[in-house]
């Protein structure tokens, strides 16, 4: 597979990741999406990507998160 052809492909992937994403979310409040998304391994920066926040918001809601148990 060529670079070019592996570079589109990628893209695609992720489109189809962040669509699925967003549709499993879809509905829940933000630290419900964000708790779902981190338990199905997603990183910080990525979860920030799908619901459309920063990654820092992410981490910071995680840790409250923890700190609840």
């Known amino acids: 597979m060529e670079e070019k ?6 893209k695609r992937l992720d489109m189809i990741i962040k669509l ?3 549709q499993t979310v879809g509905g829940k409040s ?9 338990d199905s ?3 910080p920066k990525d979860i920030a990507s799908f619901i459309g926040t920063t ?3 992410v981490s910071v809601a995680l ?3 923890k700190g609840r148990k």
Do not use: C, D, N, W
Not at 5 to 10: D, H, M, P, V
Not at 30 to 38: F, H, N, T, V, Y
């Open 5 to 10: 052809q592996f570079g589109e492909l990628s």
């Open 20 to 22: 699925l994403a967003v």
């Open 30 to 38: 933000g630290r419900e999406s964000i708790k779902l998304l981190a």
């Open 41 to 43: 391994g997603f990183s």
């Open 55 to 57: 990654p820092h918001t």
């Open 63 to 65: 840790h409250k998160m």
